[in-house]
């Protein structure tokens, strides 16, 4: 199963509305990286509201999703995270360093749109 990717003006927006397993996890992976490139996406948010609990695979290819858009020159804002999968990442070791976080889709749209105004 796929994970739809949603463009607007420069972002790309991501709802994750389907329990992850790892291959779907590393299909939204390669899926978000060839977006990046074919939009030149300047950010990208990913909502978690949906999703209730990660794995440790799924936490580590999260930590990779955000590093990997980052050194392709996509700003990523993580939004709606659900206690306990911020707990999880805690408990993993999973560090989000500089990882902008908001409440929901919109805040997080709205946060890209502040940072790349600066």
């Known amino acids: 199963m796929r994970i739809p990717i949603l463009k607007l003006k420069d972002f790309l927006l991501i709802s994750i509305q389907v329990e992850l397993d790892d291959q779907t996890a590393l299909q939204f992976q390669e899926d978000l990286l060839n977006k990046i490139h074919e939009t030149d996406a300047k950010g990208v948010v990913i909502d978690l509201t949906s999703v209730e609990m990660i794995d440790s695979f799924i936490a580590k290819v999260l930590g990779e999703v955000v590093d990997m858009s980052n050194l392709m020159g996509a700003k990523v804002v993580l939004t709606g995270i659900q206690p306990a ?3 999880t990442l805690i408990d993993l070791g999973i560090v989000l360093k500089d990882v902008p976080t908001a409440l ?15």
């Open 104 to 118: 929901d889709l919109e805040q997080g749209l709205a946060k890209l749109e502040q940072d790349l105004e600066e």
């Open 85 to 87: 999968v911020a707990i």
